[in-house]
């Protein structure tokens, strides 16, 4: 699937993350949930895939996972993995750190595009 890159910020500071690490910002016209983990950045959907729990209002676990604010199922922030195990699969997105900055895609044509 083609993935158009949607600058994010130049620096990881420049991102409104709030005290858990997580902020929901516009990319690209797609509101996302960013979420920040040991210097990096990563996106996921705004809403959970369990029962449309508010992502960005949940934590990340020391491991990097994304918890729910809601029921508290847990998701890997790398690859959308339900890792408690409940069967769901969390949508993320993928994001670049380059020397100009941060960027985000977003697939083209496809059932995710806009
Ligand atoms: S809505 Fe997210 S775990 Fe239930």
Same mark, same amino acid.
């Given at each position: 699937m083609p993935v158009t890159w949607h600058k994010i /910020?130049?620096?990881?500071?420049e991102i409104p993350f709030g005290p858990t690490g997580l902020v929901e910002m516009e990319v690209g016209g797609k509101k996302v949930c960013l979420a920040r983990h040991e210097q990096r950045v990563y996106a996921c959907a705004v809403?959970?895939?369990? /029962?449309?729990?508010?992502?960005? /209002?949940g934590f990340i676990d020391p491991l990097g996972n994304i918890v729910c604010p809601l029921h508290r199922y847990k998701f890997s922030l790398?690859?959308?993995?339900n890792v408690s195990g409940e069967g769901f699969y969390l949508k993320t997105y993928p994001v670049e750190h380059r020397p100009e900055g941060i960027f985000m895609g977003l697939e083209r044509g496809g059932l995710f595009s806009l």
């Open positions: /910020a130049s620096e990881i500071t809403k959970c895939p369990h /029962a449309g729990g508010r992502m960005s /209002a790398s690859r959308g993995y």
